[in-house]
């Protein structure tokens, strides 16, 4: 792994393979949802959708043309704190990657002829989303826990807010939260850093250092809500939790993850083996861990019938104070953490993972940790720690709910 600094800020970081003989390119930007102001939820969604509308350099079909006509793949998605801009390709055509990703970052034009399509396009999104309750219950969970703030707001916004999205809206946007030293390129493959040091350098010629401050991220403690949401649906859905820890909480990161692998990290967790298997009450239960970079949230989703789901709530409690109540299991414990470990293997092969993994790291840590080192992290965790996470975090007063109860087929 190797990483350069350019004099406009960029920073590039690769993973040289030599056993594979493809590459893949993303191009993170240190902004998301997360970083929007009141009237703009989903603007930074909708640009990554308008991205690919058009640049200074490129019209839209040339941009889809660019490197499908040699075979790679182009996509992105937003997330609460960045955005992500990337490709999959050849090894030969890493050039042409590199080129097109920085092209959509820095030149975008939004023209105003595909604004009001690509707005219906996100509508349409945001239906499809609400067709799949497992889907649209996190949107209203984390409006239950973080309340009425950026980082309670749907990534892709509402009908009013994106309806209302202006060129001019978007150009302001991209002028004050896509910096360059906000701007991460990594690049995973069959590669030479060098060249591709030497190929960001060369396309980003004209990009400037930053003259404007990025505005401070900040999140307001607010009370946990219950919300029950009648649905014409024909199954109850389920979903608590409460925040945590987050990412750049050195001392309770893993411990965290290895509590919520003990709980839900497959068939044999304590969620399915007590709930699923033992009562039937479900065909999918599992707990969720999103950190971002000063919060986290844990949750716990389960679909079952209306009528269980008192029942349910209760089992899912019981599961989650056994382990402030019970000594941590060793074996549970130790099992935990070998997947985890064979989970960070399995990523590592495969470019793409590779590089989502050292863009990630570059924006939350400004550095790379090996795989031998979270393993050492990871198996460091102790009982005792467990315990301790569990105790802080498995009050039941302090959870935020939904509950998605069905309106078809309950006379």
């Known amino acids: 792994m190797q990483k350069k600094v350019l004099a406009n800020g960029i920073r590039v970081v690769t993973e040289a393979i030599p056993t594979v003989r493809t590459v893949s390119v993303g191009v993170w930007v240190d902004s998301g949802s997360r970083d929007e102001l009141k009237g703009e939820e989903g603007i930074t969604h909708f640009i990554e959708h308008m991205v690919f509308k058009g640049t200074h350099n490129r019209r839209m079909k040339q941009i889809a043309a660019h490197l499908e006509s040699v075979g790679g793949y182009l996509n992105a998605f937003t997330g609460k704190e960045n955005t992500c801009y990337y490709a999959r390709a050849l090894a030969e055509h890493t050039e042409r990657a590199i080129d097109l990703l920085i092209d959509l970052v820095f030149n975008p034009t939004f023209p105003e002829d595909e604004l009001q399509k690509e707005k219906e396009v996100v509508i349409e999104e945001m239906k499809m989303y609400e067709d799949d309750p497992e889907e649209s219950i996190f949107d209203h969970f984390e409006r239950a826990v973080y309340g009425d703030q950026p980082m309670g707001h749907p990534i892709i916004g509402s009908p009013e807010s994106v309806s209302s999205f202006t060129q ?13 030293d906000r701007v991460v390129v990594a690049v995973a493959g069959a590669i030479a850093h060098e060249k591709v040091v030497r190929w960001v350098e060369k396309y980003t010629l004209g990009v400037q250092p930053p003259m404007v401050t990025f505005p401070e991220r900040v999140l307001q403690p607010m009370a946990v809500q219950q919300k029950t949401i009648p649905k014409p649906i024909q199954q109850a859905h389920l979903l608590l939790g409460t925040t945590c820890a987050g990412m750049k909480d050195d001392a309770r990161r893993n411990v965290l993850s290895v509590l919520n692998t003990m709980l839900s990290g497959g068939m044999s967790s304590r969620l399915n083996l007590n709930i699923r298997e033992k009562y039937g009450y479900c065909y999918s239960i599992y707990s969720s861990l999103n950190v971002f970079s000063d919060v986290g949230d844990f949750s716990v989703y389960m679909g079952t019938d209306a009528a269980k789901i008192d029942r349910a709530r209760q089992l899912i409690h ?50 790379f940790f090996a795989p031998e080192e979270v393993a050492e992290a990871v198996d460091a965790v102790g009982a005792e720690e467990i315990k301790k996470a569990a105790i802080e975090l498995f009050d039941p007063k302090n959870f935020a709910e939904v509950v998605y109860l069905p309106t078809l087929n309950q006379d």
Request: charged share 25%; hydrophobic share 40%.
């Open 318 to 367: 019981r599961e989650l104070l056994r382990f402030v109540d019970e000594p941590i299991p060793t074996r549970l414990m130790e099992q935990a953490k070998k997947q985890i470990k064979a989970g960070l293997m399995f990523e590592l092969e495969g470019t793409t993972n590779c590089m989502m993994r050292l863009g990630r790291m570059e924006l939350y840590f400004g550095r």
């Open 168 to 180: 001019y809206q978007l150009l302001r946007f991209i002028s004050t939260h896509y910096q360059p």
